[in-house]
Nanobody
Framework: QVQLVESGGGLAQPGGSLRLSCVGS??????????LGWFRQAPGKEREQVSC????????TYADSVKGRFTISRDSDHNTAYLQMDDLKPEDTAVYYC???????????????WGKGTLVTVSS
């Protein structure tokens, strides 16, 4: 099975930046074949799809709440996905998860593999 490990969370001030990483734990995880997504869940709220990048990086999607501020990317050579988060807002505070699906697009309720999450806190 594919193991995903997130890192890069922490405390940031409003307007600041963080870069999250998601690393596949074994070389057999071929990033090129999977859509990769970032999700988040704030306290008391439902899980939200933040961003997704398709196989072969053909297209990306973003939640309306993060468009223009967040950027998803992948490094297939190192089995790593990234989420660059700029101009952070307090409402971005959540546990962020990466997930993978062997499909053309991310499906919030049907991702094949999930990481355990990394906490992002945005506060002055």
């Amino acid at each position: 099975q594919v193991q995903l490990v997130e890192s890069g969370g922490g405390l940031a001030q409003p307007g600041g930046s963080l870069r999250l990483s998601c690393v596949g734990s074994n070389p057999g995880y071929r990033f090129d074949y999977y859509a990769l997504g970032w999700f988040r869940q704030a306290p008391g709220k439902e899980r939200e799809q933040v961003s997704c990048i398709s196989p072969n990086n053909l297209f990306t999607t973003y939640a309306d709440s993060v468009k223009g501020r967040f950027t998803i990317s992948r490094d297939s050579d190192h089995n790593t996905a990234y989420l660059q988060m700029d101009d952070l807002k307090p409402e971005d505070t959540a546990v962020y998860y990466c997930a993978a699906i062997r499909n053309r697009v991310c499906r919030t309720n049907a991702m094949d593999y999930w990481g355990k999450g990394t906490l992002v806190t945005v506060s002055s």
